[in-house]
């Protein structure tokens, strides 16, 4: 891709150009944001999920505060101040799931007394807790097991809903893969 303007960047940006876009928070830009994510936020957070909060804030109202560049400075600096702004801002609304509570109801009965249900929640809190980011955790146990409604789900992390569907996607990805590591696990002979 040849070098744009910083105009040219703005343009594209704003007009939802994929490829351009990918270049400005994959390439130019992810340096610097990952300098700032890793100077705002003190425990791990996943780059994707962040500049994909980010992007959505930057283009919320046909992309108005994109359009507020002025050119009074260079677009990677003042895409520093409204990312050092936006992710402090964002810090603390992650929410942590401190709950010990499990993530399901506890039933009794059922053909097998219960050994089965107990099973599956048992291997469920397994891959649970091999899940890295616990954002994840929390909106899976929100939106597929308490059976929660999205904009509920949504407002309690002070995100958009729409965000939180990209959040749901990852959260699900993350939870196969996890899920798939665990069953090589079982796969190997045990010696």
Not at 78 to 83: E, F, G, I, P, S
Not at 85 to 106: C, G, L, M
Request: net charge negative.
């Amino acid at each position: 891709m040849r070098e744009l303007s910083d105009a040219e960047l703005i343009q594209a940006l704003t007009r939802g150009d994929g490829e351009v876009t990918e270049y400005f928070f994959y390439k130019k830009c992810r340096p610097l944001l990952l300098s700032i994510i890793g100077k705002v936020f003190n425990y791990a957070v996943d780059y994707d999920e962040v500049v994909n909060e980010l992007y959505c804030y930057l283009m919320e109202d046909g992309a108005r505060r994109l359009r507020l560049f002025s050119g009074k400075s260079t677009l990677t600096q003042w895409m520093k101040v409204t990312a050092i702004r936006f992710f402090i801002s964002r810090r603390d609304r992650v929410i942590e799931n401190e709950s010990k509570e499990p993530p399901y109801i506890k039933e009794d009965g059922g053909e097998d007394g219960g050994t089965s249900r107990d099973d599956a929640v048992a291997d469920l809190e397994r891959l649970f807790a091999m899940m890295r980011n616990e954002r994840y955790v929390y909106v899976i146990r929100r939106l597929m097991i308490d059976d929660a409604e999205n904009e509920e789900v949504a407002a309690e992390m002070g995100i958009q809903v729409s965000n939180l569907y990209n959040i749901k996607k990852r959260a699900m990805a993350a939870l196969a893969a996890v899920a798939k590591h665990d069953k090589r696990e079982y796969a190997k002979p045990q010696f």
